[in-house]
């Protein structure tokens, strides 16, 4: 077995080596909230959370992947792709069970029979240290028990079950947010990320909820504090009739799930318009509202989950996720991909579990490549501003941006470039900022253009 410092790292030093990136000060951290925005808590500028979920919840307790690349490789990538903070999963019994206070890397990995695993660790992450890669961190408490999430019935679900004991979670997001106290980069931690369960009720999750929120700001005052609903993390319309009674002040964020399931057989059957016009309604009543209220009334919501099989096959996954983008850009909210993973150590009693909702291959290689979609208009604003309000376009499957060019080509481009555009709505031209020119289009499947002829049907909007 190959010797070297990473053999013998305890999971817990660990854990606190993976969040060691330092960021590159674009923005100055901490984070706070301003309405529904996140923002700089020194300047008051908008800080949109584009996240991607890397998993280290599962039996291992360990960031999956540090057998196949080394950890400022990925980082790396992760940066590369366009995000640029990680939400990081942990269990709360790494935190708050004896078991695992000595256990190392290799321990871990050989309880599990895991040997090529152990080999791999070893050789591409020895000492887990010297990581840079402008990274924010969100520290989301997964579950109990290390393993896969989750069923109604396997006791990790909701306070009081089996294995949810909601002293042991109160001690692990105590643990949590004092251990990453002097780490400015490990922005915000999440309670419980997923409810769900027989014993599930909006009673016990305001009491343990507003428990919760006290403990991590308490422990770290620097942090935001994602609260997430019920059912999966599908559900906080009840919050509409009954606000959660806060403390926090600019630093509390509600986070919500969103997958094609489970209206699969819709996004498979039926009109994928009808469908996404019939989601979004359904967005709206179960979490959309919190964004709309104005002033104190409204918080940032942070979409922490929501992904799609990243091999393009799956029909309904495909028809979703156009839906959603194109939602998420006209909404402007923060999110976090489900997942960076293509693999695990252990998962559903296999070593080296494909998962193919992964942005990276079973090699920790390549990303996937999306299908392109269709293009959608979004508003860009900051808290704040007094800037003129514009619209970008956004094409979601391809995660780029409408852009004219130096010579008013329309092109595909990446949003940080991004084209400003003017749309008045109700089937009104949508014209590049500070010109006359505006989009258009002579037929189906051709190319869009500019041009000064504005005032016909080949030049309207949505």
Not at 294 to 323: I, K, M, T, W, Y
Not at 372 to 381: C, F, L, V
Not at 410 to 434: E, I, K, M, Q
């Amino acid at each position: 077995m190959p010797s070297g410092k990473g053999r013998w790292v305890r999971l817990l030093l660990l854990l606190s080596l993976l969040v060691a990136w330092a960021p590159r000060r674009a923005m100055s951290l901490p984070l706070s909230t301003s309405g529904r925005w996140v923002v700089d808590a020194v300047s008051g500028r908008r800080v949109k959370l584009r996240c991607v979920n890397w998993a280290a919840h599962m039996p291992a307790v360990l960031a999956e992947g540090l057998d196949r690349k080394p950890v400022d490789s990925i980082a790396a990538r992760v940066v590369s792709l366009g995000f640029n903070c990680v939400r990081l999963t942990w269990a709360t019994e790494l935190f708050t069970s004896p078991r695992y206070e000595n256990l190392t890397v290799a321990g871990s990995l050989r309880s599990l029979a895991l040997s090529s695993a152990e080999v791999g660790v070893a050789a591409n992450n020895p000492a887990m240290s010297g990581v840079t890669a402008g990274l924010m961190a969100v520290l989301d408490n997964h579950v109990t028990r290390p393993k896969w999430c989750c069923g109604g019935d396997d006791g990790n679900g909701f306070f009081g079950d089996a294995y949810f004991d909601p002293e042991q979670w109160l001690r692990g997001l105590g643990t949590v947010a004092r251990r990453f106290r002097d780490r400015p980069q490990v922005t915000a931690t999440a309670a419980a990320a997923t409810t769900t369960g027989v014993s599930l009720t909006s009673a016990d999750w305001y009491r343990y909820v507003t428990l919760g929120e006290a403990v991590i700001h308490d422990a770290n005052p620097d942090l935001l504090v994602v609260v997430s609903g019920l059912s999966y993390d599908t559900d906080l319309s009840f919050l509409s009739s009954r606000p959660l009674p806060s403390l926090l002040d600019g630093k509390l964020v509600f986070e919500i799930h969103w997958y094609s399931f489970p209206r699969r057989r819709e996004w498979e059957a039926l009109s994928p318009t009808r469908v996404c016009s019939d989601a979004a309604v359904g967005f709206e009543a179960r979490a959309g509202f919190l964004v709309g209220g104005g002033g104190r009334s409204s918080f940032p919501l942070f979409v922490s989950e929501f992904g799609v099989d990243q091999r393009g096959e799956d029909r309904a996954d495909n028809q979703f996720l156009s839906c959603f983008l194109a939602f998420a850009a006209d909404r402007d909210l923060d999110w976090a991909l489900w997942a960076l993973q293509g693999s695990y150590y252990w998962r559903n009693g296999r070593a080296g579990f494909e998962e193919t909702y992964g942005v990276l291959d079973s090699d920790w290689e390549l990303p996937e490549t999306p299908v392109p979609g269709e293009p959608k208009i979004s508003a860009g604003a900051d808290p704040g501003s007094s800037a003129p309000a514009y619209q970008l376009i956004y094409h979601p499957l391809s995660g780029q941006c409408l852009h004219a060019d130096g010579s008013n080509n329309v092109v595909l481009s990446d949003c940080r470039n991004r084209t400003r555009w003017h749309y008045a709505g109700s089937g009104a031209p949508v014209f590049l900022t500070n010109s006359s020119l505006c989009l258009r289009i002579a037929g189906d499947g051709l190319p869009v253009t500019l041009s000064t002829e504005c005032g016909d049907l080949h030049s309207t909007g949505p």
